[in-house]
Nanobody, 132 residues
Framework: QAQLVESGGGLVQPGGSLRLSCAAS????????LGWFRQAPGKEREGVSC????????YYADSVKGRFTISRDNAKNTVYLHMNSLKPEDTAVYYC?????????????????????????WGQGTQVTVSS
């Protein structure tokens, strides 16, 4: 059974850092586009960062650009989101997602997937709270 499991969330002070992990089981991530999304209370789910499979193209939402970094380790079947300089407005439930995409997407393609939340497999989410 295909499954994505996030971990690494928690409570952190403003300016702090966290690393989220998302481990896949039941399928290999090599040919999948991967993404991190978040949903704050009362708001719609939004794309935070996504990464394509074959060419490694990445996309970051303007709100996290320069502070967050997405990476993937196909050998460990895991995708990460490194979050630095965290702000209270980053507080949300963070979800990882995967979608089969073996062909090169390029920067435009991966942004389009991320903006549209065009991913079929989702994790259960992990809470990130940024507060003093």
């Amino acid at each position: 059974q295909a499954q994505l499991v996030e971990s690494g969330g928690g409570l952190v002070q403003p300016g702090g850092s966290l690393r989220l992990s998302c481990a896949a089981s039941g399928f290999t991530l090599d040919y999948y586009a991967l993404g991190w999304f978040r949903q704050a209370p009362g708001k719609e789910r939004e794309g935070v960062s996504c990464i394509s499979s074959s060419d490694g193209s990445t996309y970051y939402a303007d709100s996290v650009k320069g502070r967050f970094t997405i990476s993937r380790d196909n050998a460990k079947n895991t995708v990460y989101l490194h979050m630095n300089s965290l702000k209270p407005e980053d507080t949300a439930v963070y979800y990882c997602a995967a979608e089969s995409a073996p062909k090169s997407l390029g920067p435009v393609g991966i942004q389009a997937m991320c903006d549209a939340l065009d991913f079929g497999s989702w994790g259960q989410g992990t809470q990130v709270t940024v507060s003093s």
